[in-house]
């Protein structure tokens, strides 16, 4: 049996906005010491503020120190600015872990050359509370003790899936980093269609978001695949077949949703050049 993948003995933490700082909440109560984590953040929230005198925290040090692993949770478009203020937190056995999207491997490493075991990490927003979907891949110098570090980082945001090309990380960003968004967008609709049957806006926003949440939560506890759990709620003949005739016709939500995550990772591919 494996052992389970354990935290960094340090850490520095660059960036604690609404993800980093519910990843560090997540590193805390997972054992992560306080006493030997740094925490870098140009505009900390009073939540951080006071989580950091709470703890022992170091906050914004003078001199920051060279830890085990840096995660990197700033804005994308900061990484430039950031780099040369960067540099001295990273050394060639240093593990760093980024979630900034867009971000490649080569891109991190061209901006810190300090930097070899590189980790790049595709979360999405349920991951800041502590429900999300991360897809993950390695640098070639990631060694194997470093690469549990990191799975145990970024799972304490939730499920986290390796890949073995970083190129699938634009397919990663385009089915689980914005498909939250097409979520969203179905609890929308299905209350946009309740109007339109007759109910009240208000209580059809209700009925569309407590089901939208009791099917993601049933399929969350559920071992069992996505497609027979719509069989099992769908009686031939019945009102749920009816309606899944529509959705499921040659144009209709599978080929959509095909579509729009071939324009997504499209996308994807664009924004990291």
Sequence with gaps: MSETPSLPASLTLVGAGKMGGAMLAGWLAGGLDPRRTAIVEAAPSPEIIELCAARGLALNPAEPPVSEAVVLAIKPQGLAAAAPDLGPLIDPDTL?????????????????PGARAVVRAMPNLPASIGRGATGAAASPE????????????????????????????????????????????????LA???????????????????????????????????????????????????ALDVLMRADGMPALLREAVAAAKRRAGELAG
């Design 96 to 112: 760093v872990v980024s979630i900034l999207a867009g971000k490649t491997i080569a891109d991190l490493k061209a901006r810190l």
């Design 142 to 189: 990631v060694t194997p003790r470093q690469r549990d570090r990191a799975d145990a980082l970024l799972r304490a945001a939730g499920l986290v899936e390796w890949l073995d090309d970083e190129a699938l990380i634009d397919a990663v960003t385009a089915v689980s980093g914005s498909g939250p968004a097409y979520v969203f967008l179905l609890a929308e609709a």
């Design 192 to 242: 946009e269609a309740g109007v339109s049957a007759g109910l009240p806006a208000e209580i059809a926003g209700r009925l569309a978001r407590a089901t939208v949440a009791g099917a993601g939560a049933l399929l969350d506890a559920e071992a069992t695949e996505a497609a027979q759990l719509r069989r099992n709620v769908t009686s031939p003949g019945g009102t749920t077949a009816a």
